[in-house]
């Protein structure tokens, strides 16, 4: 089916941003987020972008929506009270955690609290063994007490964790059904949700469904009912977090697959510019109003994970947040947006976020009750912003707001004028995203210096030139629209869906018709998701997270999209110590006894994207001098220097500014510190590039 005029939604903590391909053309705007009603802010943009193209609701051949509402009520707690039905003796396993420490030798850890009190979790007698036998019946008289319990309790959604019901679902389908003739409420089973081993991660995953899922369904239904009351009768698709498009009544169903949807829309973004110049290794950048996104992209295809953790206590550390069990694009996300709030800390020194302006009150300089300075405050200070036409002139900043906001919270307490206080917050805050960029790197063993970043986000543009001066990075993009990434990467988004099923296969008791029959039933669950969206050719990948018996984790290995043999056991061990010794330098050989084993089996399919327009980078040579200018502060130089201010849409491929400049557009601007160039590239993206490696 071809679906030629698109539309992208993208709900972030500050702005809204709306993107519509229509007929050959791009039209974008930003619209402030609307917390009372969500979708309110959405249809305003949509106003906005489709008087633009001279079309109607009507026209729309298929809305894409992406959303940080998911995530928003995880770490800010505002989800529905939630009844955990679980196995006996597990009723504090989300509590409890794991064995793993993020720091072990300090003994006041700040761990998040679990999303369901105790006292709202109930137990019942019944056992499933970890080979999926029957170990005990399950006891339905009570369920039946518990129910009622339920009924009476006030409770909003349910959640129901079993032990081991990964391999086998029939006493978690069995609760449902007797819990569901008692109660009115969506109930949420991890068989369904995350049918994948380990207890902790997966009851947390249910749990975090349940949460989320009466107010996602609720805020879909409305979003859905005011499209249709405006003329819209086109379908409406989400992105999940694995970056594939799936249908509004999935969403609703299994929302937690919505919680990193956003950020998911800016990696294949980068991925798509990415493929058009034929980057191998990129480093994707997204910094909106309230954080900021970096993810590795390897050969077009951002990283993938099976696990990723919200709402982390520490910064930067693993096991210290909300583990979600569910496939995710992989990426390192920290409380530094252009709404993150500057304050100082007992010990005298400059912190960033993760407390955000968001877009109410927002910044001082928004002047909409804000008072407390933030990332864009500072900006504006140090001149990287136009106050007349932030936003394309929507909105007004006053720089005398942000000046005021910022000596009284930083420079009074600091002794420093408001130019100096401004400085050091930006400086805090690329350096704590260079931090999280290095992490981020390190952890998946690369060198970050040795990609090409690409960066996009209404904030990124104004920081990316300084954050590649902290990384050593020598070229970065801009693409076009990079202020609306995220919602031009869901117009780019295949329909997908990745369905998983934890079964611990010894590859000495492979047996093929098991493993046959398992990767049918996934690959006929991925593929009614995908075709509830496309009638496209579909590309299935398959893996098999494998691991040495006695290891704690897996890594992944891609299986081959045929029947298995008894043969194939073989070619899987080769398979799997090759692919170990890429991640760990060598493979564990020579040990007798040492088995292999697969934990769990993977079935991604997605229909077949057209492949986007090859471009080749340009270093041009055609300099552009300056018409306007303005001081503007330059971190490389410690001081304001006259910079030059070129409108993007004034330049032409080849075009070449040197830096110091700022080319602005209606949605960002781009600022270019002293040691790069701005290259227009044919595409309509600009390369910043380093002085010495531009020759």
Same mark, same amino acid.
Request: net charge negative; charged share 25%.
């Given at each position: ?88 003796? *597990? ?7 794991? +064995?793993? #420490? ?7 850890? =700040? ?10 979790? *109930?137990?019942?007698?019944? #056992? ?73 991660? @997966? ?26 009351? %405006? ?43 990415? #493929? ?23 050969? *077009? ?70 008072? %407390? ?10 001149? $990287? ?12 900043? /006053? ?43 390190? +952890? ?41 990434? /995220? ?15 934890? =079964? ?18 996934? $690959?006929?669950?991925? &593929? @009614? ?17 494998? %691991? ?21 056991? +073989? ?10 010794? #890429? ?30 327009? %090859? ?23 410690? &001081? ?44 309509? /993206?600009?390369?910043?590039?380093? =002085?010495? /490696?531009?020759?």
């Amino acid at each position: 089916m071809t679906r030629s005029i698109r539309l992208g939604a993208d709900i972030g903590g500050t702005f809204t941003d709306i993107a519509l391909e229509a007929n050959g053309a791009l039209h974008s705007t930003k619209v402030l987020t609307n917390y009372a009603a969500p979708e309110q802010a959405i249809l305003d943009g949509m106003d906005v972008v489709l008087a633009e193209a001279g079309i109607g609701y009507g026209d729309l051949d298929i809305v894409i929506h992406g959303t940080t509402l998911a995530t928003n009520a995880l770490i800010e707690r505002r989800g529905a009270r939630v009844a955990f039905v679980t196995t006996e003796g *597990f009723r504090d396993v989300i509590e409890m955690r794991t +064995e793993s #420490r993020f720091d072990q030798y300090d003994l006041n850890l =700040k761990l998040p609290t679990p999303l369901v009190p105790r006292e709202d979790r *109930f137990v019942v007698r019944g #056992r499933i063994g970890a080979q999926g036998q029957e170990l005990a019946p399950l006891d339905e008289a009570g369920l039946e007490a518990i129910a009622e319990q339920i009924a009476a309790g006030g409770f909003g959604a349910v959640a129901i964790g079993f032990i081991h019901a990964y391999m086998n679902p029939a006493h978690e389908e069995r609760a449902r059904e007797i819990i569901a003739a008692k109660v009115g409420l969506p109930i949420s089973i991890s068989s369904e949700v995350s049918p994948q081993m380990r207890e902790f991660e @997966r009851f947390n995953t249910v749990c975090a469904n349940a949460y989320v899922r009466p107010q996602m369904a609720d805020y879909l239904g409305r979003l859905q009912l005011r499209l249709k009351d %405006r003329g819209a009768s086109c379908p409406v698709f989400m992105i999940h977090s694995g970056g594939g498009l799936i249908s509004v009544e999935t969403a609703a169903e299994f929302p937690v697959r919505l919680v990193e949807s956003g950020p998911a829309g800016g990696a294949i973004f980068a991925a798509d510019i990415a #493929r058009r110049f034929g980057l191998e290794k990129v480093v994707s950048y997204d910094m909106g109003g309230t954080t900021a996104k970096i993810c590795l992209i390897e050969e *077009f295809a951002p990283k993938t994970a099976r696990t990723f953790e919200v709402a982390r206590t520490t910064r930067f550390a693993k096991g210290s947040g909300m583990p979600i069990s569910i496939p995710v694009i992989e990426m390192i996300e920290i409380g530094a947006g252009g709404g993150s709030i500057a304050w100082v800390d007992s010990l005298g020194r400059i912190q960033t976020g993760p407390e955000s302006a968001a877009s109410e009150p927002g910044p001082a300089c928004y002047q909409r009750g804000g008072t %407390r300075p933030a990332i864009t405050d500072a900006d504006l200070v140090l001149g $990287k912003i136009d106050a007349e036409n932030f936003a394309g002139g929507a909105i007004r900043l /006053s720089v005398d707001m942000a000046r005021t906001a910022i000596s009284r919270d930083v420079g009074d307490r600091l002794k420093l004028a408001a130019e100096p206080a401004a400085f050091g917050i930006c400086e805090v805050v690329d350096e704590n995203m260079a931090n999280a960029a290095r992490v981020h790197a390190v +952890e998946n063993g690369k060198n970050i210096s040795d990609n090409f970043m690409v960066a996009f986000g209404g904030a990124a543009p104004l920081h990316a030139a300084r954050l590649c001066e902290k990384l050593g990075i020598d070229r970065c993009l801009i693409p076009p629209g990079a202020g609306v990434g /995220s919602a031009i990467g869901f117009l780019k988004a295949p329909f997908g869906y990745e369905a998983l099923a934890s =079964k611990i296969t010894r590859l000495s008791e492979f047996d093929p018709a098991k493993v046959n029959a398992l990767l049918d039933g996934l $690959k006929a669950t991925a &593929e @009614r998701f995908v075709r509830a969206g496309t009638d496209g050719v579909i590309r299935r990948e398959i893996l098999a997270y494998m %691991r040495y018996v006695g290891q704690g984790w897996e890594i992944p290995v891609t299986l081959p999209d045929r029947p298995f043999t008894a043969g194939d056991a +073989e070619a899987l061990r080769a398979d799997f110590q090759a692919n170990y010794a #890429r991640f760990f330098g060598r493979a564990i050989t020579g040990l007798d006894g040492l088995e292999i084993e697969i934990v769990t089996f993977s079935v991604k399919a997605e229909d077949i994207r057209p492949a986007p327009e %090859r471009h080749s980078l340009a270093l041009g040579q055609k300099a552009v001098g300056a018409k306007q200018s303005r001081p503007v502060f330059d971190p490389a130089r410690g &001081e304001a220097l006259t910079t030059t201010i070129v409108e993007r849409t004034s330049l032409a491929p080849g075009d070449r500014v040197a830096g110091p400049a700022v080319v602005v557009e209606r949605e960002t601007s781009t600022v270019v510190t002293s040691p790069f160039d701005v290259v227009m590239q044919s595409d309509g /993206s600009l390369l910043l590039v380093r =002085k010495e /490696s531009a020759q």
